[in-house]
């Protein structure tokens, strides 16, 4: 069996290939590099190859492709009869967390869920029995809070009721409470 070798700046330019016609290559100029079975054990030179579109890669010794992040521009990659490190859950993972960081980014401006935000807000308060207060009657020490957006005299909630030692005051914040002393 033949020595494993290393991706070298020679190697590259000896087997890739240019969009021009030009008799001097060089690595960021290169578009389609075929290396199958040429023992290779890394492809850490690859990096440099920016603009590189078509790589083939079968048939090697290869461990680690991370060098090929920097190849944005891959459209067709063939690894076949390697040895990449790397499970079926390892990238299926991978996946998951660049379609999450997609969702994150698109989250902070969508109507929907702002709107999920806002009922879960919502119900959460429901749950534990907080209204969404809206005004104080401080002179009859009495908090007239809205709940489900109509008004009662089951909504007046005396302070003596609440069980709080001091006197706050209440003012409505469309996401949540906001207590502040006076």
């Known amino acids: 069996m033949e020595r494993l070798v290393s991706t070298s700046e020679n190697l590259l330019l000896k087997y890739g290939q240019t969009t021009s016609q030009a008799h001097v290559k060089k690595l960021k100029d290169l578009v389609i590099v075929q290396l199958n079975g040429l023992y290779l054990k890394n492809v850490r030179h690859l990096q440099y190859c920016v603009l590189l579109k078509v790589c083939i890669l079968s048939n090697n010794y290869i461990t680690d492709i991370d060098a090929l992040e920097c190849c944005t521009h891959l459209v067709k990659l063939d690894l076949h009869g390697n040895q990449v490190n790397t ?56 908090h007239h809070a809205c709940l489900f957006g109509k008004w009662s005299k089951k909504e007046t909630v005396k302070h003596e009721a ?13 996401k949540m409470w906001v207590l502040s002393e006076k």
Do not use: M
């Not at 079926?88 to 969702?103: L, P, T, W």
């Not at 609440?162 to 469309?174: G, V």
């Open 87 to 142: 499970t079926v859950e390892e990238e299926i993972n991978v996946v998951k967390d660049i379609i999450a960081k997609i969702n994150h980014i698109l989250a902070h401006h969508s109507p929907v869920v702002i709107v999920q935000r806002w009922i879960r807000g919502y119900l959460t308060r429901k749950r534990f029995g907080y209204p969404n207060l809206e005004s104080v009657d401080r002179a009859n020490n009495a």
């Open 162 to 174: 609440l069980r709080w030692q001091k006197s706050f005051y209440f003012k409505c914040d469309c």
